[in-house]
């Protein structure tokens, strides 16, 4: 059950993207080189609050949980929003969840107000998972230095900060460069769904501080449970669209939703969206109170999600006929986000292997 508070920030967060995410914006952002609007960003941050909705007062944010990320995120994915707002929240939560307080200090309240963007890198092109990770860092001096190459990086061509998983020694770190550091290189990546950019970093004796305590193992798990949320908000969305075009599209003298067919389809698309909500309300919860267990939740929200949201937002491209594959209607911007977010952070399969593994009932 949503608290009072809740429902006014989702009420809150509906209008304010309404009017700043509509369809005509969306596709004008898609074709700009930043793929966000800074103006926005700067009201999201400074009027809304969002940027530093979960980061504790001290470090300049309101102090709030996992559970009221995920109505942002939850009315973004609604909103197809552009934003560098998940690689932030990331970034944010891989500095909370280390022990650098001096850090926390440094950067946190930048974040928190929106004036600067955070990104958390890790993926080097041989998969999601951080074991995966295999660029080293090298002591030079009193700080450290990257060399090698950073993938599929969330916002990375503007961020500010950007949280970089390499290993020292032979152990996972996380180091703190700054987005302007010489020897730094980004270059944004061709991708399915243009509302999201992914960059490619390029690290050349990059100095790099290196993050006391860091590990970004709870960032990166935070990111699954804001992802879902998003799946969640564009499944809820393209089911709308769905509901209300077969209402209007007649077919042999009659609505075509009145078939029973249509019926059953539409059904089947709402049970898959309730049944998102109740994953994702599960995960952000545990999140808050039960950290320990949110591996597992953020696993099973992310691939359940993700393929839910890919057939409800299929399904509203198929029911909305030949007019749902034309560029002019917004049913293909929300299948390309199903399909590009159904891969990203690892596919469905992948969560469910890591599931089972938690549970100890995998292979």
Known sequence: MATEEQQELRGTLRRFFAEKSPGAEVRRLMEGEAGYEPEVWARMGGQLGLQGLAVPEEYGGAGFGVRELAVVFEEMGRALVCAPYLATVMGAEALLSSGDEALRREWLPGIASGERIATLAWVEGRGWDLDDVAMEAVRDGDGWVLDGVKTLVLDGHVADVVLVVARAAGELGLFAVEGRAGGLTRAVLPTVD???????????????????????????????????????????????MTVEYVKVRRQFGRPIGSFQAIKHRCADMFVRVESARSAVLQAASVADQDPAELPVAAALAKAYCSDAYFHVAAETVQMHGGIGFTWEHDAHLYFKRARASQEMFGPPADHRRRLAALLGIGP
């Open 194 to 240: 243009q509302t999201r950019r992914l960059a490619r970093l390029g690290f050349s004796g990059v100095a790099a501080r290196r993050v006391a305590g860091g590990d970004a193992r709870r960032a990166l798990d935070v990111g699954l449970v804001g992802l879902a949320a998003e799946q969640l908000g564009g499944a809820q969305r393209a089911l709308e």
